[in-house]
């Protein structure tokens, strides 16, 4: 299958390797030229995972993202949630009918997506998928080097508009054969583990996180009280999840760090034992509080308002990042007021999500 990955991040470069080393023919695209200077120059990435170190090639590298999108069945963008409507907009122009955009994950940026695509003119019938993860646990170790730590084994997956769901999830089935089909974009934002997992490991680990050059949220910084901090804060995204009708499984993160159910399987001491997550975080700037929270969280919040459920953990870890950010995280770029969608019925939004936005 033909399939352009867009994106320089972590993630990113994981996709290309992944995708092209499973036989599809990968176009990547990144906006850096320099950046990408090593990729353009060799055509190819090199990866490091439980079956050792090597070069995988890369069909197309690219900074040109028409080259890239024009005629590719499947769109793979591992971007931060902040970077999904700018590029977007610069993929409008080269959108074709039957295109599958895939966000992993997205913070309901499939319908902030779509309604870029809209706004600036586009008006193909493509569909837009979100899932609840990046599809691999992976840092960058080099310009043209990444490591995969561990590779999802289930990635639960709703698509905008949803009533192009039997064609989407074809498309989507054949480049991850673990993606499992949820009702909707919304359902699939829902299942989006970054506010939940990130928010109490950066704010409650927030004296160590500004001390020390670098620290380890995830083995060190994942103690008990942190630990009940976040089930709470878990337990809270069911219920709206619950109050929306939406089916289990709900994906409850406790399976990530006491059985082999969730998204990447039995994934957490393989994590903390890679020590690739001993890092620098700057508090205010890092993608756990930019994307997680300033988008993720203030989401999940304003869902949880427009639903009528109660979310004291949650309101009160976006308030406190509020105070370390100085503005008021609640009038945050991805909330359904910013979004132009609170006032929506619960019949209106479900007719939204299935039937999309006009051309």
């Known amino acids: 299958m033909r399939i352009a990955v867009l994106g ?3 993630g990113c470069y994981a996709s290309a390797v992944d995708l092209s080393e499973a036989g599809h023919e990968v176009r990547f695209w990144r906006r850096d030229a320099q950046g990408l ?5 060799s055509g190819k990435i090199t990866v490091k995972d439980i079956d050792g170190k090597r070069d995988v090639a890369i069909a197309k590298p690219t900074t040109d993202i028409g080259e890239a999108v024009r005629g590719a069945e499947l769109i793979v963008i591992p971007t931060p949630a902040f970077a999904q409507e700018d590029i977007a907009r610069a993929m409008a122009p080269y959108m074709e009918d039957g295109q599958v955009i895939f966000l992993p994950p997205g913070t309901f940026g499939s319908f902030a997506m779509m309604k870029a695509f809209r706004a600036a003119g586009c008006k193909a019938d493509i569909t837009i998928g979100e899932t609840g993860t990046l599809p691999h ?7 043209a080097e990444v490591a995969i730590t561990i590779r999802a084994t289930r990635l639960p997956t709703g698509v905008f508009p949803a009533k192009n769901g039997e064609h989407a999830f074809r498309v989507l089935r054949a480049a991850y054969p673990s993606v499992e089909p949820i009702e909707d974009a919304l359902s699939g934002a829902l299942m989006n583990a970054g506010p939940v997992i990130h928010p109490p490991l950066i704010m409650m680990n927030a004296g160590p996180l500004e001390h020390f050059e670098a620290w380890d949220i995830h083995n060190e910084g994942t103690q008990p009280s942190i630990r009940r901090v976040t089930t709470a804060l878990d337990h809270e995204r069911i219920a709206v999840r619950e109050a929306l009708g939406y089916k289990p499984s709900h994906f409850p993160l406790s399976d990530h760090y006491e059985n082999d159910q969730w998204m990447y399987g039995d994934a957490h001491k393989r994590l903390v034992d890679s020590g690739d997550w001993r890092e620098r975080i700057d508090l205010t700037a890092h993608r756990y509080m930019t994307e997680d929270i300033h988008y993720g969280l203030a989401l999940l919040v304003s869902v949880a308002d427009w639903a009528g459920v109660k979310v004291p953990t949650a309101s009160g870890l976006l308030a406190i990042a509020s105070g370390v950010c100085g503005k008021d995280l609640r009038k945050g ?7 132009g ?7 209106e939004m479900a007719k939204l999500l299935n039937e999309g936005l006009p051309a």
């Open 333 to 339: 770029p991805r909330t359904l007021e910013a979004l």
């Open 137 to 143: 646990l992976t840092r960058k170790h080099g310009p």
């Open 341 to 347: 969608l609170a006032s929506l019925s619960r019949d």
């Open 8 to 10: 320089g991040g972590n």
């Open 37 to 41: 200077a090593p990729v353009l120059e």
